[in-house]
């Protein structure tokens, strides 16, 4: 066997080994990377976070947060949750892979409502005082920019598709549609009483303002810009999710410690389901298969089974579970 063949031989080889090698490196950092959904819950009066494995449906960890910690956002391709601080007048961020809070950022004011796009790289956080959104790059943990809007801004929600952020106005009785890259307001939709929790279709042509004092749910076509039906719920709703394929709504009912489930093709409760003693935030896994719902009143979360209506489990979490806004990823 000549030398040159030899050496074209082992060069192979040694491809071919560092080959397999990169891809056995490349699959157990993505094994390491992985875990299966979590939800975060928000303790107000604990001051912490819950974390919830939603596969197994137990707290896995309890993890301090800033001072009363009320909205939570997390970026459902990055590795970041946001969190308000409602008297700490900031907001942290939480690493969900290490399960650790690597920076505050203070905002002032009252922050409450907080919203992210996809990757985490730009954060909207509702100043109830003020009166503004608080724009903050997700990377660089700073605020870069402030877009004034109504009285009491409350509700947030990001389309990345379609480049908008969705603000409910709670004292002006309004949602504001605005433009995410010019940061300009497009439209501003009068609602029912108090809007609060805000809810978004798959698609994002449809947006759900639920609206405490009026005890009703706004429905707005987002492309006209206009409330095409008012939907009735329980007493005093607070928060809403719309199930992955668009079909079902789900809305908090504090009051009546409820859950009104209503048909989005044609418009009407279904179904009320008994939860924990006032719920407050709520949010589906990416499956469509539990629904999970923050008790302010008892310190609980109960997991609704979507297919039945039925809570299979409740768990204790903390005082003042509120997880307002978008909290499984």
């Known amino acids: 066997m000549s030398k040159l063949y030899c050496l074209t031989f082992w060069k192979a080889v040694l491809k071919k080994i560092a080959f397999f090698v990169a891809c056995i490196t490349l699959i157990l950092a993505c094994e390491s990377s992985y875990h299966p959904p979590y939800a975060y819950i928000t303790n107000q009066l604990n001051d912490d976070i819950s974390v919830i494995d939603t596969s197994t449906h137990e707290i896995i960890n309890t993890i301090s947060a800033g001072n009363r910690p009320v909205g939570i956002a997390v970026s459902q391709t990055g590795n970041k949750a946001f969190i308000t601080n409602s008297e700490g007048q900031d907001i942290?961020?939480?690493n969900?892979?290490?399960?650790?809070?690597t920076a505050q950022i203070a905002v002032g004011?009252?922050?409450?409502?907080?919203?992210?796009n996809n990757d985490g790289s730009k954060v909207y956080v509702a100043d109830w005082y003020q009166h503004k959104i608080n724009v903050i790059d997700g990377h660089q943990a700073k605020i870069i920019s402030t877009i004034p809007v109504g009285h009491s801004p409350a509700g947030l929600l990001v389309d990345d598709k379609n480049n908008r952020l969705y603000v409910a106005n709670r004292d002006d009785n309004t949602v504001m549609i605005i433009d995410t890259d010019s940061q300009q307001i497009l439209h501003t939709i009068s609602v029912g009483t108090a809007p609060f929790g805000l809810a978004l279709s798959p698609d994002g042509n449809t947006l759900?303002?639920?609206?405490?004092r009026s005890s009703d749910v706004s429905v707005i076509d987002t492309q006209l810009a206009e409330v095409t039906n008012t939907i009735n719920v329980g007493?005093?709703?607070?928060?809403a999710v719309v199930s992955p394929d668009g079909q079902h709504l789900f809305v908090t009912n504090q009051d009546d410690s409820?859950?009104?489930v209503i048909d989005?093709?044609?418009?009407?409760?279904?179904s009320t389901i008994?939860?924990?003693?006032?719920p407050e935030g709520i949010d589906i896994t990416a499956d469509g298969k539990f629904i999970y719902v923050a008790n302010w009143g008892d310190g609980t979360v109960s997991i609704i089974n979507a297919d039945n209506y039925i809570v299979e489990k409740t768990l204790k979490t903390g005082k003042g579970s509120r997880a307002f806004g978008q909290f499984i990823q």
């Open 235 to 239: 007493e005093w709703p607070y928060c």
């Open 264 to 270: 989005t093709v044609n418009p009407s409760i279904i």
């Open 92 to 94: 942290s961020i939480l």
């Open 96 to 101: 969900i892979d290490t399960m650790k809070i």
């Open 274 to 278: 008994e939860v924990g003693d006032s």
């Open 258 to 260: 409820t859950v009104s």
């Open 208 to 212: 759900y303002s639920v609206n405490v």
């Open 109 to 116: 004011g009252s922050p409450v409502g907080i919203a992210t």
